[in-house]
């Protein structure tokens, strides 16, 4: 039994679809921007434990050491943080867009870190 | 040759076009800034495949692929975000060719877009990361336009590759 749908329809449906797929992205986009909230700090979260926050105003340079020998570079700069460089062999933390948004990460899973923004009011610990 | 040698013969090389594809990807230096957004073109054969051959031989395609790719080229996360994504593609994609509601397009749209958030979200729940949330225009953007792309090619596929499989 042949489904009665011709391809006039289902093209009719592609575009259907694409669209509202679309639209949601960019409500998604918009909403995600207005309530996006600025970073403040940068965390740096070794294994699961915060072992370094650094202020976003201050641009430098930073090498982390991973627990397995291998490290990452943290660069701040121009109120973004980024991972310059980095000895893990997959850089998907290297190749990744510099955050500044409260939120937002960069993780490195093979060295266990995560680069974490946090806005104003969550400053946590210690000065640096 | 009996069909089931056939069969197993065509799987074969099937896995061995979609782990080329992969591997081609790979070489690509193409890098939103965001991980697990890939063109997917390996998704090209899984397509041809479902419509050719059924989602079952479809189904073991893709997994064989993802991974043999992780044993060979990957690394471990490489490996689950990879399988995470081949499995909600793959099931979104049977799920929507099954109601023939879309043509190979929609399908691949579908089939791109979920693999990225498969990624994505496995990526999430292993880094522990709630903003997650902020990837999801990105990703559903790309996947479309990846979507469209594979989508058009699969047609191709499907239309030019003649025999009875």
């Known amino acids: ?128 | 040759m009996n069909t089931r040698t056939k069969k197993v013969a065509l799987g074969g090389m099937l896995v061995a076009a979609a782990m080329m594809m992969s591997y081609l990807e790979s070489l690509l230096p193409i890098s939103l800034g965001i991980p697990g957004i890939k063109p997917g073109l390996a998704n090209m054969v899984v397509i041809f495949a479902m419509v050719r051959l059924g989602v079952r031989p479809a189904a073991a395609i893709s997994l064989v692929r993802v991974v043999l790719m992780s044993i060979l080229f990957g690394s471990v996360s490489a490996a689950m975000y990879s399988l995470a994504g081949a499995v909600l593609s793959l099931a979104v994609m049977a799920l929507l060719h099954k109601t023939g509601w879309f043509s190979t397009l929609g399908v691949s749209i579908c089939g791109a877009v979920s693999h990225n958030a498969g990624q994505i979200v496995v990526a999430a729940l292993m880094l522990e990361t709630k903003e997650i949330v902020y990837y999801f225009p990105a990703l559903a953007i790309s996947g479309v336009v990846t979507g469209v792309l594979i989508g058009v090619l699969a047609a191709l596929l499907l239309r030019y590759v003649p025999g009875k499989w």
Do not use: W
């Open chain 1, 1 to 128: 039994m042949k489904n009665a749908l011709s391809d006039k329809q289902k093209r009719r449906n592609d575009v259907i679809l694409l669209l509202v797929l679309v639209i949601l992205a960019a409500a998604l986009f918009c909403g995600l921007e207005l309530s996006k909230e600025e970073g403040a700090y940068v965390l740096v979260v070794i294994d699961g434990e915060t072992c370094a926050q650094y202020p976003l105003s201050e641009d430098r340079e930073v090498r982390i050491d991973a627990k397995n020998g291998s490290y990452n570079v943290l660069t701040i700069r121009g109120g973004e943080a980024s991972v310059s460089a980095a000895g893990c062999p997959d850089l998907v933390c290297a190749r990744h867009r510099a955050v500044k948004a409260a939120g937002e990460t960069i993780v490195c899973l093979p060295n266990k870190l995560v680069i974490r923004i946090v806005g104003a009011g969550e400053g946590v610990d210690f000065a640096v």
